[in-house]
């Protein structure tokens, strides 16, 4: 068990949908991450979160928004889903944003499954 | 960052050491090597990082060659429950970010 909660564990619903992922970062970690690991595209990273502020971006959609929030927590919303949107998608945190090295610990993930 | 090279897969026997290969050849001075492990489809669980020495924790050992080209994961006894895709990552750490970015990684199976 890393410490990372994520929720819902499965999430099915339809095209053209909006859903809300969330993550629970390990006590005391302030940088959140989200990634997503499809069949076709492995684990790709989206956009990280440190203390509230957006630190990077990476290939995350514009239908995709993310935020975290005083309490450390981190939203993931998906809106005009697509079929291609299936995947898993995992939140990790860590302590530190930078200024070294450390390990990112992820959560179980969140599958979903576009219909 | 630098780019990794691993081979797609791997075996081992079980209770054997394995050894899991990763090519960085540009890599550079500031970067570090990562590795970690995906069991099925569970979060990737993080095993160990260097810089330039070896390095050895409780899962496992790191040799970094002396010019950094490559490095090598040693799974000193493998078990069935270590079975999964390994991913060795080259990154630098920026200031504000040090996210991820994950390859093809290598599969072991160990075979009982």
């Known amino acids: 068990d890393s410490g990372v909660t994520q929720t819902p564990k499965h999430l099915i619903t339809a095209t053209g949908q909006r859903v809300t992922l969330r993550c629970s970062p390990r006590s005391g970690d302030l940088s959140v991450y989200w990634y997503q690991q499809s069949l076709d595209q492995g684990l790709q990273f989206l956009i990280q979160?440190?203390?509230?502020?957006?630190?990077a971006k990476g290939n995350i959609l514009e239908r995709f928004s993310a935020q975290q929030f005083p309490d450390l927590h981190s939203e993931l919303n998906l809106s005009s889903l697509e079929l291609g949107d299936s995947a898993l998608y995992f939140c990790a945190s860590s302590l530190i944003p930078a200024g070294g090295p450390g390990e990112q610990f992820f959560g179980p993930g969140t599958r979903l499954t576009v219909l | 960052d630098a780019k990794t090279t691993q081979p797609p897969s791997m075996d081992c026997a079980e209770g054997r050491a394995a050894n899991l290969p990763c090519n960085h050849s540009?890599?550079?001075?500031?970067?570090?090597v990562y590795w970690y492990r995906q069991i099925h489809s569970q979060g990737p669980q993080y095993i160990i990082h260097g810089l330039k020495n070896n390095e050895t924790n409780e899962m496992a050992s790191l040799i970094i060659t002396e010019d950094r080209k490559s490095s090598t994961l040693i799974l000193p006894h493998a078990t069935l429950r270590d079975t999964a895709v390994y991913y060795c990552?080259?990154?630098?750490?920026?200031?504000?970010?040090?996210?991820?970015?994950f390859g093809t990684g290598t599969r072991l199976t160990v075979i009982p």
């Open positions: 979160y440190y203390n509230g502020e957006e630190r």
């Open positions: 990552i080259v990154r630098v750490t920026r200031a504000g970010a040090n996210n991820l970015f």
């Open positions: 540009t890599i550079s001075g500031n970067e570090y």
